[in-house]
């Protein structure tokens, strides 16, 4: 190690890959050598973990956000729906030439007649 510093992601004498970690360390004249492993597996669960419930959490925002879009289109179809229903039914087209039909049955036998 002749007294570097450093970080590895090396393999240890299990045959695992390890994060270690070296420095030299002096004691009163004696030198020596800090070793600190952590297999990589351990190391990166926490992140491995975070990445998994971000995405989780994108896929249920995602579920949602279409659920929502899907509502809206419902909402939107089925008031239109109505709007247009209740327009029909208000002006009644058979039913406005209805008053008219004496008329007609007393000037000739014409159906010629305007309806306004």
């Known amino acids: 190690m002749s007294g570097e510093v450093g970080v590895a992601e090396v393999t240890n004498y299990l ?7 070296y420095a030299p360390v002096d004691i009163l ?11 990589r597996g351990e190391a990166y669960q926490a992140s491995a973990e975070m990445a998994e419930t971000a995405s989780q959490a994108a896929a249920s ?3 949602w956000n279409t659920g929502l879009a ?9 008031v239109s729906s109505s709007r247009t229903r209740q327009q029909l039914t208000r ?12 008329a007609i049955r007393v000037h000739s036998h014409s159906l ?3 309806v306004s």
């Open 15 to 21: 045959g695992e890959p390890v994060l270690s970690a």
């Open 91 to 102: 002006r009644r087209p058979i039913g406005m030439g209805a008053p008219l039909v004496p």
């Open 29 to 39: 004249g004696m030198k020596w050598a800090l070793l600190a492993e952590i297999t």
């Open 61 to 63: 925002l995602i579920a």
């Open 70 to 78: 899907v509502i809206a289109t419902i909402v939107v179809i089925a």
């Open 112 to 114: 010629a007649r305007r």
